[in-house]
């Protein structure tokens, strides 16, 4: 290892990235823009479901238990349908995302004392919706339950209606959220945001790297130069990863500034495994660099290991604890589900070392072993 | 005019010659490049597998408890938190043990009864339950939340009607609203119904973006260009090959997709009709590239190409409804997910194939798209044009 070999291939590749402007731009441009759209738009608070409503009852109490729907910001009102038969067809154009079903002579069976069964039809295309929809009925319905019974009560037993409440509901339930109290998708999600970002930005700024020497013939100057391949591959690298860490600086500045996400753990913690993340994604980059004859495969490629996994397995979307054993088994194939966690327990838990430490050997041994397969991938004097 | 014929049926004859010459050129071209050919048949088949895996409910929850009554009462209602939403993870003697297992993750629920919890609810005394729930990810959180809400509801409405002597058969004399809800289309609400799905479609807009733009700028950076500059051929005769020729390499994918992983392994109910949704997707991968196009004109090479394509695809993706339910949207951005041509081929995918809609229905999605559309494509064909002029 030769410190001023490397130091001449990182300043080459540097003159390299500095001369292409629209690069150099875009890669500051591409991290912040996509921390900023999915920072701002991205939540899970489903709320405004277009229902409609099918009333075979009209009177007084139906409409006083629709009221529970429309007045609530979970539900946008969309009208009433003169029959069953046209529930299929605005389901089906996605117009409503929910029917409520009222029977005839609601008011009156309720009146007269007796149970009503009200019927709700649900889109289920999307299942996380579906779940939020669902929840949102069984409360709206639950707490119209309570009241009922509770003036039930007070008509039967002669109690005052505050009194016949507390016997009607008995248990009270106190939810605390740990962690994000207003259970506000945008800090965990901003927090989140950073490991996302640095998943998918590095490994393209790397990825066409060593390919594009290759394919233009360029290599061909390293191959006849001094340059050992180590030296090749840590100065060719370095360059990429110096951007990335000042992406990784940007992004934890918006999201603790912009996005209000509060950091509670570690600095010197957050910011040791953050530098191993992101030698692993530009490990990924450059092994996939190294595997390709094409820029064009170098692309989908990188596509296929960073794209996909950060958004299905890295824990921003979809929670790993609820995956099935094999999706489980995929998560732990690639880094973003340890350094999400790692994420999460900086800014939301305010853990460090002590119960992360796992998660950052994880890391650490991912970039080992990319660095080695690279190392081993490469030579000077290739085959073909 | 038999004349004029016969040059007209020549020139279209020379027209069709080249195209296909050129088509094929791509096709061979793609075709000889074994590491891209795998990754693509890697995205049209295993990653939608892979997506089946997954999915955003709450399944096998860990709760954990801090019982401080010890009653029959307390154990009952630990009892209802069940699989598949709930796991009991055993008793904690202590109440902070709680706050250890919620931070390193063990637990997602920790449940809290309080003492006298029986005693209280007999004597007709309000009481109350304590829920912490682990929030930092929102998904699981929300989840948590809202259905150990609705369990110790239940529990406290049955509690209140066993006080009162009303039996399980006399419950139809209790005014009071039995919720029968119905959900559509997806009944049992499996995942694995959706996220192939709504993965396929993704990834299909990332081929018909950069499958396109890479073979337009590869020739710019390689230098090839200034052989097809010399050659009779016009900058349309050079564009619409690579186009169509992306376009059926997308199509038998999606057909391998459909018919291998969607059908095959996750036996998702093809409802409507196939010819229509593989029209509609002929459509949408034509003139999405247009994207892709647009973007080959501004980048000089493969590099810039790449980074550019990422930041059309991920807004365009993230504003589609794939990862997130409009609903969901906030304000503004939800108004914009008209800008984005995903979305309405979203609404349509899941229209035709789930829902079991046609044109009747989805029409004005088809429309939107066909707008839309050839607006992206025709801009990306004018700036095309340009560069050569």
């Not at chain 2, 990653?47 to 307390?74: E, I, P, Q, R």
């Not at chain 2, 009892?79 to 202590?94: I, T």
């Not at chain 2, 396109?212 to 700028?217: E, G, L, M, Q, R």
């Not at chain 2, 304000?331 to 997910?337: D, F, H, K, N, P």
């Amino acid at each position: 290892m030769n410190l001023r070999r490397i130091l001449a291939v990182s300043y080459k590749e540097w003159r390299e990235i500095v001369r292409d402007r629209l690069f150099l731009t875009l890669a500051f441009v591409v991290p912040a823009a996509l921390m900023l759209v999915f920072g701002f738009g991205l939540t899970l608070d489903v709320e405004h479901l277009p229902f409609a409503v099918v009333d075979h009852d009209k009177s007084a109490a139906s409409r006083d238990y629709l009221h529970r729907y429309i007045d609530s910001r979970y539900f946008d009102y969309r009208g009433d349908l003169e029959s069953e038969r046209d529930i299929a067809r605005l389901l089906a154009a996605s117009r409503i995302r929910l029917a409520i079903v009222i029977p005839p002579r609601f008011g009156e069976r309720l009146a007269q004392g007796r149970a009503v069964a009200v019927q709700t039809l649900i889109d289920g295309t999307f299942p996380f919706r579906t779940s939020s929809s669902k929840g949102y009925v069984v409360a709206i319905n639950s707490a119209y339950n309570g009241e009922l019974l509770a003036r039930y009560i007070s008509d039967r037993m002669g109690v005052t209606l505050d009194a016949a409440m507390t016997m009607a509901q008995p248990v009270k339930v106190e939810m605390r959220y740990m962690f994000n109290q207003e259970i506000r998708s945008t800090w965990s999600i901003a927090s989140v945001l950073v490991m996302f970002v640095l998943m998918i930005t590095p490994p393209f700024l790397t990825a066409l790297g060593v390919v594009r020497e290759k394919e233009n013939g360029s290599i061909y100057n390293i191959y006849a130069s001094t340059v050992t391949r180590g030296e090749f591959l840590i100065g060719k690298l370095a360059p990429y990863v110096g951007i990335s860490l000042l992406n990784f600086l940007i992004l934890w500045l918006l999201a603790t500034h912009l996005f209000g996400a509060p950091f509670k753990g570690d600095p010197l913690f957050f910011a040791l495994a953050s530098i191993i993340f992101v030698s692993c994604t530009t490990g990924i980059g450059l092994l996939v660099s190294l595997f390709v004859r094409t820029q064009v495969a170098a692309m989908m490629l990188t596509v296929v290991v960073t794209i996909v996994p950060s958004v299905l397995y890295s824990g921003l979307l979809v929670p790993i604890a609820s995956m099935d054993p094999m999706g489980q088994f995929e998560a732990h194939l690639f880094p973003a589900m340890y350094y999400a966690d790692i994420v999460l327990g900086s800014f939301l838990k305010g853990v460090g070392l002590d119960v992360l430490w796992g998660k950052a050997l994880a890391l650490a041994l991912y970039a080992a072993v990319l660095w080695t397969a690279s190392f081993l991938l490469f030579h000077k004097r290739p085959k073909a | 005019m038999k004349f004029l014929d016969d040059d007209l049926r020549g020139r279209v004859g020379l027209w069709l010659w080249r195209f296909w010459a050129m088509m094929l050129k791509e096709l061979i071209q793609l075709g000889r490049d074994s590491l891209l050919v795998f990754a693509i048949t890697y995205l049209f088949l295993f990653d939608v597998y892979m997506a089946g895996n997954v999915g955003m409910n709450l399944k096998n929850a860990v709760v954990t408890v801090h019982d401080a009554d010890h009653s029959a009462a307390s154990r009952e209602l630990i009892y209802r938190f069940q699989p598949p939403y709930f796991k009991l993870g055993g008793e904690m003697a202590d109440g902070r043990a709680g706050q250890r297992l919620l931070d390193t993750g063990e637990a997602l629920v920790v449940l809290d009864i309080p003492p006298r919890f029986e005693h209280d609810i007999q004597s007709g005394k309000p009481t109350a339950v304590q829920v912490q729930v682990d929030a930092a990810n929102t998904v699981l959180g929300f989840l948590a939340a809202s259905y150990s809400a609705q369990i110790i509801g239940q529990y406290g409405f049955d509690q209140a009607l066993a006080r009162l002597g009303v039996s399980a058969s006399a419950l139809e004399n209790v005014p009071m609203i039995r919720d029968e809800h119905r959900v559509w289309y997806n009944p049992n609400q499996k995942d694995a119904w959706f996220m192939p799905l709504s993965e396929l479609l993704v990834v299909i807009t990332i081929m018909a973006i950069m499958l396109p733009a890479a073979a337009a700028v590869r020739e710019k950076e390689r230098g090839t260009i200034e052989q097809l500059l010399v050659t009779p051929l016009s900058p349309i005769q050079i564009l619409l090959p690579k186009v169509v020729a992306m376009t059926l390499v997308i199509l038998l994918g999606t057909a391998a997709s459909i018919l291998l992983v969607l059908h095959g392994v996750f036996d998702f109910p093809m409802k409507g009709s196939l010819a229509l949704f593989f029209t509609v997707t002929a459509l949408y991968a034509f003139t999405t590239s247009g994207l892709g196009i647009f973007i080959s004109t501004l980048a000089r090479n493969l590099a810039q190409a790449a980074l550019l394509a990422i930041l059309v695809l991920l807004p365009m993706i993230f504003l589609s409804g794939a990862w997130t339910p409009p609903e969901a949207m906030p304000a503004g951005l939800r108004e914009a997910m008209v800008l984005s041509p995903l979305y309405y081929f979203i609404e349509m995918g899941y229209g035709i194939l789930l829902k079991g809609a046609g044109l009747d229905i989805l029409w004005d999605s088809l429309l939107g798209l066909a707008l839309l559309g050839m607006t992206i494509f025709g801009l990306g064909v004018w700036r095309f044009r340009r560069q050569f002029g």
